[in-house]
Nanobody, 126 residues
Framework: QLQLVESGGGSVQPGGSLRLSCSAS????????IGWFRQAPGKEREEVSC????????KYKDRVKGRFTIYRDNNRHVVYLEMNGLNADDTGLYYC???????????????????WGKGTQVTVSS
């Protein structure tokens, strides 16, 4: 069974940056596509970004394109989400999740993932 632990969240001013980490254990990280999701209180969980098992295929929600970058280091069993130009709408609890597939395209959805971390809080305010 794969275990996921997120880290790197915190409080930042608008325009600031954070790098989130998703550390995996229990199985090889290369078995899985990894997605980053976020949820604000009272709102549905939404997909933010996704990367395939190799790192060659990625996708992003339109609102974060050009600001966020997802990448992975399979040798260290870590997936990162680099976030720049943060604004208040980026506030939420950020989760990483894994899907066991080797489809050659980044594939993630809130209801289709196999394993979830417990989340790390990101707060953007002045």
């Amino acid at each position: 069974q794969l275990q996921l632990v997120e880290s790197g969240g915190g409080s930042v001013q608008p325009g600031g940056s954070l790098r989130l980490s998703c550390s995996a254990s229990g199985e090889r990280l290369s078995f899985y596509h990894i997605g980053w999701f976020r949820q604000a209180p009272g709102k549905e969980r939404e997909e933010v970004s996704c990367v395939d098992n190799s790192g060659r295929s990625t996708k992003y929600k339109d609102r974060v394109k050009g600001r966020f970058t997802i990448y992975r280091d399979n040798n260290r069993h870590v997936v990162y989400l680099e976030m720049n130009g943060l604004n208040a709408d980026d506030t939420g609890l950020y989760y990483c999740a894994a899907k066991n597939t080797f489809i050659t395209r980044a594939t993630c959805s809130p209801n289709g993932m196999d394993y979830w971390g417990k989340g790390t809080q990101v707060t953007v305010s002045s």
